[in-house]
């Protein structure tokens, strides 16, 4: 399994605050949605939980991988997923490279899982990068194998993380959220409007997702970003 380093100036990559700054309250606010989310775990079989927004520039990503970190650091084997096949972004904000990934293992039988997997600077946290982007992402997505590849994963990590595209966007969210165990829908605050957010909640309930709570993020705290998580219940 290849291993992430750090970067040229032998820290963190900026955007992982939880692993570059991990006293800072930006990094307290990321576990306290963690705790939040294994509160919404509690007593039930969730060991895939896929991350969207209603719209493009929400955060996702970056949120999903810091709170990636913090479930790794708190000693869960984590993997996190980039399952966004049109505009990666994890390889980015873990500076890893992206020649390989899901792409390469869907539709190479012959890889193995440690070859396109890397271990992180961070104990216990793992990336799997999206690969080569494909012609036809929602149909790779939608796969058996993806679905059997994803099953065979969670017998190697306590939790994993799946990093996807904005829901109203295009149909690949909404495809993972069917048959992954949990959700997580991220809002950026003065981004998303009411109609944007309900209409990808719509959409999560169309495919009977198990929608566990929404990150509110991009929320101005004494000058600077603040992070608030709400249950999502039952659906409703």
Known sequence: MKKAGKDKIGTYP???VTARNPKSAVAEAY???????????????VKTILFTS???GEGKSVVSANIAVTMALGGKKTL????????????KIFNIGNNLGLTNMLINENLHPDEVIIAASTDNLFILP???LPPNPAELLNSQKMRGFIASL????DIILVDAP????????????SYLDGTVLIAASGQVVKEQAAAAR?????????????????????GSYSYNYYYGGDNS
Request: aromatic share 4%.
């Open 14 to 16: 900026e955007k992982l």
């Open 80 to 91: 996190i997923i980039d399952a966004d096949l049109r505009n990666p972004t994890q390889h």
């Open 166 to 177: 904005p829901i109203n966007v295009v149909t690949d969210a909404a495809i993972l959220a």
């Open 154 to 157: 969670t017998n190697y990590s």
């Open 130 to 132: 999206s690969g080569p």
């Open 54 to 56: 209603a719209t493009q």
């Open 31 to 45: 576990r306290a949605i963690r705790t939040n989310i294994e509160f919404s775990l509690f007593d039930k079989e």
């Open 202 to 222: 719509e959409q999560l309930n169309k495919v009977k997702a198990n929608i566990l709570g929404v990150v509110l993020n991009k929320t101005p705290a004494n």
